[in-house]
């Protein structure tokens, strides 16, 4: 009986550390630096540039040629706002905390080309501020 509560135990243990491995590696490597993401948008066609922040936080700053769907409504309009499920998205937030659920909510959703840009603060070219 001990024997078998071992086993289960440990079983359930590598479970629990395979599961967490395989999924904070998945996001970490979706992980695309400013620079790198620059680059790519400058040489690429159709990036889509996502901005999960509120409307307000949109208004006062964001990057040129950003889509705002905010995260609190993202499960729900990004089949309608982001039809294709190949192209490349770039999501990005002010710190990087929304952006990171963002892709995580893409991926579940079956969106394959996402990546977590991070924060607008820690972005180091040009921003925007308005409807723009």
């Not at 904070?24 to 159709?46: C, M, Q, V, Y």
């Amino acid at each position: 009986m001990n024997q078998t509560i071992t086993i289960a135990s440990l079983f359930v243990g590598v479970l629990i550390i395979w599961f967490y491995i395989k999924n904070t590696g998945k996001i970490a490597h979706l992980k695309i630096e400013p620079k790198e993401a620059k680059k790519r948008l400058d040489t690429e066609k159709g990036i889509i540039l996502l901005d999960v922040r509120t409307q307000e936080e949109f208004l006062e700053k964001h990057i040129p040629k950003s889509t705002l769907i905010p995260l609190n409504v993202l499960a729900q309009e990004a089949s309608l706002k982001l039809p294709d499920k190949q192209a490349t998205i770039f999501a990005y937030c002010r710190s990087g905390s929304r952006s990171r659920a963002a892709v995580r909510i893409l991926l579940k959703q079956g969106y394959v080309n996402v990546f977590n840009l991070g924060g607008i603060i820690h972005w180091p070219f040009k921003t925007v501020s308005g409807k723009k």
